[in-house]
């Protein structure tokens, strides 16, 4: 069947009517799940060195205690996707929700590393269903137009705001409370989330059943788990060992089989003419840098500002909750921003912002006055993030036909969790293997601020359209014509 491959950007338009209070209901059980799951980032990360001692693990294995969330929660968001379209999205959404939290319960009250370990793994296994499915939920529940601007504004500033109120909330519950309160936490959002999604949640699938793409299914999960794999152990012991270099190399040739497998499939896993969208394929360019570049931002933020300024956990908590409390600011405004420019303008103007903003924190240094200029130029790089954010997720999913936007959120869930995973091992430890730490996080900020500039340019030039006579503009897809 064709696609439609243009995308049409129209005059400015104003903010849309309230949403009613059932739409309300249901974007809050969305936005929750999507909230919990962007928790699970961070919330651990401060607490590992207290966990690996009350568990017994060591410094070279707490690595996994990350990984093995990352590995299934990012290999298997494509598959998962598909398998909502084709056999249900509201019933993969709350198995999802029901595995995470049983998983969130077994990783609270974990007795050693391997039973901790398998918490993780399910953990990461129900973020894969939840998050490209709830995508899918929002995208065919709230019409194209200012409602999904706005749901999607609402969503995309959760999902930032929750990984920063997971880093400050995983350092107070960790000192108060132990570690194991953050997964505690974890466990008591499903369970509130998951009573409400029933009766709330529509179903949702494609008219047809195809067959689902086994092969295509069995290359692209290798692949992503391959990668994952390489990047995330890369990020703790360097690409040198053999079972890195052995991962990327497989996880390199399993992403082209699939390729090749995609275009012979009579049901592909994947569309490729969806790939060569514009919107889809220059879109998913934004939302990967933006993801990668600005995680390695924060870590190499966090490393400074402990390590160069002396600054306590707390102290550097409230750094990013000033973050955290511009990026809601973000949210809120940027679905009007979207309405004024159009989302197309609105993703490359934010690249720009936060690439420019990233490149202020060269001006560092060792005096206690550097703490302001880390504060504001972070925050409002922020901004720009969160204006990034959702309007690459509205580039990619407007003019999707409903039947495939499972298809077309999995790519953009796909591209949010290999952004979270790929910038810091690929730019982050830069910051301690490049000597002097001021001197390596200097060096980490003046190619995360290169790299998005360049992108910005990138994403401007690929999704310029033709201007017809009526005015609009033709964002079409590569090749479609």
Do not use: K
Not at 170 to 177: A, E, K, N, Q, S
């Amino acid at each position: 069947m064709a696609i439609d491959t243009s995308l049409t950007t129209s005059a400015p338009q104003a903010p849309g009517p309230r949403l009613a209070a059932r739409d309300r209901l249901v974007l809050f059980v969305l936005c929750a799940a999507q909230f919990m799951v962007a928790l699970d980032f961070s919330v651990l990360n401060v607490a590992l060195p207290v966990l690996g001692t009350d568990l017994g693990m060591s410094q070279s294995a707490l690595q996994w205690a990350v990984t093995a969330f990352a590995l299934p929660s990012g290999g298997f968001l494509l598959l998962f996707g598909r398998i909502g379209d084709l056999y249900g999205r509201r019933l993969l959404f709350l198995s999802g929700l029901a595995l995470f939290g049983a998983a969130s319960v077994l990783a609270t009250f974990a007795w050693d590393p391997a039973s901790f370990l398998a918490g993780r793994a399910l953990q990461g296994l129900g973020a894969a269903a939840i998050v490209p499915t709830g995508m899918s939920l929002l995208t065919t529940t709230f019409p194209e137009g200012p409602a999904r601007d706005r749901a999607l504004g609402i969503s995309g500033t959760l999902l930032s705001l929750g990984f920063t109120v997971g880093m400050v909330a995983g350092g107070v519950l960790t000192d108060v409370l132990g570690w194991r309160s953050t997964m505690g936490l974890l466990a008591l959002f499903a369970l509130v989330v998951l009573p409400l999604a029933p009766g709330l949640l529509p179903e949702s699938r494609t008219p047809e059943r195809p067959r689902l793409d086994v092969p295509g299914a069995v290359t692209v999960t290798g692949g992503l788990l391959s990668l994952i794999y390489a990047l995330s152990t890369a990020a703790d012991h360097g690409f040198g060992r053999t079972d890195v270099v052995v991962t990327l190399v497989a996880g390199v040739l399993l992403l082209t089989a699939f390729a090749v497998v995609e275009t012979r499939s009579e049901a592909p896993l994947v569309s490729l003419p969806m790939l060569r969208r514009r919107t889809v394929a220059w879109g998913n360019l934004g939302g990967l840098v933006t993801f990668s570049m600005m995680s390695t931002v924060v870590f190499a933020l966090t490393l400074y500002l402990q390590e160069v300024l002396r600054l306590s956990a707390f102290e550097t908590g409230l750094v990013f909750g000033v973050q955290g409390v511009l990026s809601v600011v973000a949210g809120a405004y940027a679905p009007r921003v979207i309405g004024r420019f159009g989302a197309r303008r609105t993703l490359a103007g934010s690249l720009a912002g936060q690439g420019a903003l990233t490149a202020a924190l060269l001006a560092l240094g060792e005096g206690g006055g550097s703490v302001w200029l880390a504060t504001a130029a972070v925050s409002l790089a922020s901004m720009c993030h969160l204006g990034a954010i959702i309007s690459y997720g509205l580039t990619v999913t407007s003019g999707v036909p409903d039947d495939e936007q499972g298809l077309a959120t999995g790519l953009v869930t796909s591209t949010q969790q290999v952004g979270l995973t790929v910038g810091i091992p690929l730019l982050g430890v830069l910051a301690t293997t490049s000597g002097e730490l001021l001197s390596g996080v200097r060096t980490v900020v003046a190619l995360d601020a290169a790299i998005v500039l360049g992108a910005a340019v990138l994403v401007a030039v690929g999704l310029r359209g033709r201007r017809g006579a009526s005015g609009t503009v033709e964002a079409e897809a590569v090749g479609a014509r």
